[in-house]
């Protein structure tokens, strides 16, 4: 008997089918960021980022082009097992020689080698206005007291609905289009309300336009605090959370972005009663919302726990958002979305129905038992056999391709 037929074995005196929930895996899309590859730089901008986000480090073989970030991102891809979407900001819009045009004015054809790109490898896309590392954009965007400075955000917005409307149209699938803006005080503010009054109406403009609501899924993302906005953000939870319930789009929710004992996991099955759909950026905080690496975690399980225990999964839009600049930057890409799905396989493969019943007998020490003996079931096996029906290498020897990589074609980025 193989070790998948031996783990199938066991998984299944806890009433789990191994092959089922290989099967639901296969189908989970997530949508993984291309800012992992360039330290959230883009293309349209020569200067540094900004909006009190960070990346650390300076690992060698940063991709400075559309080209080595497309070779990059194709290298990943090659040893995440299964069919996803490519994340994209505005900030990666390609200009043909020397054009140059500001984000209030980009358009669809500012993206068209990322749709030829996605079409020739049957991935999907998503976008992301970018309200930071920009002139414009040094204090305020959407909220901003400046009218001009409000405005010229707002038809960012706009411009990036387009955008994401000819992404869905030319791959056929809905674009999930993400709206964060950085603005806040790094001290106690005086008037709390009015910045938040003014972000409301730009929201109000951008989304009162006409657009295709079936192809584009905007979503609103909230946080707690950035570098030089401590004190103060616009875009709270709360905000964020009656703002998208009052419009009905999506509420996004990164688990970087609440105060360092809240958990995310908690949090989901509040807004599915509420919501019909919600987006997630998962991430990895360290101590702050340090955007590290994701991890196989108590935390990224529980969440995934959350994720498949939802009655249609496809409710929940799974992205990934971190960016570490002090390792191999492809290898981070790739680690991370492996303990993602990794961690959405440990949900797939929990007893649900024999657990929720536990609680409802209020056999709590059973309950517990059972949890924690669960936890050293041979996942490893239904993993291995997971990457060899999707063709992609399944131990630790994927790590040779990286090095392979490293040596041929990053470090000769000088
Ligand atoms: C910042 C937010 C946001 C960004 C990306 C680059 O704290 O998490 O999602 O990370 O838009
Ligand atoms: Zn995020």
Redesign the pocket.
């Known amino acids: 008997m193989s070790r998948y037929e031996e783990a199938k074995k066991i998984y299944s005196r806890i009433g789990i089918d191994t092959d089922k929930a290989i099967e639901t895996l296969k189908n989970i899309p997530i949508s993984i960021h291309c800012w992992q590859g360039d330290d959230v730089i883009g293309f349209d901008t020569k200067g540094s980022l900004t909006g009190g986000i960070q990346t650390t480090g300076n690992y060698p073989g940063k991709a400075r082009t559309p080209e080595e970030l497309m070779a990059d991102i194709d290298k990943a891809f090659s040893l995440i097992p299964g069919k996803h979407k490519l994340n994209l900001h505005a900030n990666y819009a390609i200009f043909e020689d020397g054009e140059f045009v500001d984000r209030d004015k980009i358009e669809p054809k500012h993206f068209k080698k990322w749709v030829e790109f996605a079409k020739e490898r049957g991935l999907g896309l998503d976008f992301n206005p970018t309200f930071f590392s920009h002139p414009k954009a040094s204090s305020f965007t959407l909220s901003s007291p400046d009218e001009e400075i409000r405005k010229f955000w707002v038809n960012h917005a706009i411009a990036c609905i387009r955008i994401s409307e000819y992404f869905a149209t030319e791959l056929n699938q809905p674009c999930v289009m993400n709206i964060?803006i950085p603005d806040g005080y790094k001290d106690i503010p005086a008037d709390r309300i009015s910045p938040r009054a003014r972000f409301k109406k730009s929201l109000d403009e951008i989304l009162d336009i006409d657009y295709d609501k079936e192809k584009v899924l905007v979503c609103l993302?909230s946080k707690v605090f950035g570098i030089g906005m401590e004190s103060y953000t616009v875009g709270s939870a709360e905000f964020c959370l009656s703002y998208a319930a009052s419009k009905g789009i999506m509420p996004?929710m990164?688990n970087?972005?609440y105060h360092p004992t809240e958990v995310v996991s908690d949090k989901i099955s509040s807004l599915l009663l509420f919501n019909k759909n919600l987006a997630l950026?998962v991430?990895r905080p360290v101590r702050w919302d340090s955007d590290h690496v994701i991890l196989l975690d108590d935390e990224t399980k529980e969440i995934c726990k959350e994720i498949v225990r939802c009655d249609d999964i496809s409710r929940i839009k799974i992205a990934t958002?971190y960016f570490d600049a002090s390792i191999n930057r492809v290898a981070a890409w790739i680690i991370g979305v492996r303990n993602l799905q990794k961690a959405l396989l440990f949900g797939l493969l929990q007893p649900n129905n024999l657990l929720s019943n536990l609680q409802l007998k209020g056999e709590l020490t059973e309950l517990m038992m059972l949890q924690e003996e669960i936890k050293t079931y041979p996942m490893g096996d239904i993993w291995e056999e997971f990457c060899k029906q999707n063709n992609v290498i399944a131990t630790e020897e994927w790590f040779n391709e990286i090095k392979t990589y490293e040596k041929e074609i990053l470090s000769k980025r000088a």
């Open positions: 964060w993302e996004l990164d970087g972005h950026h991430t958002d």
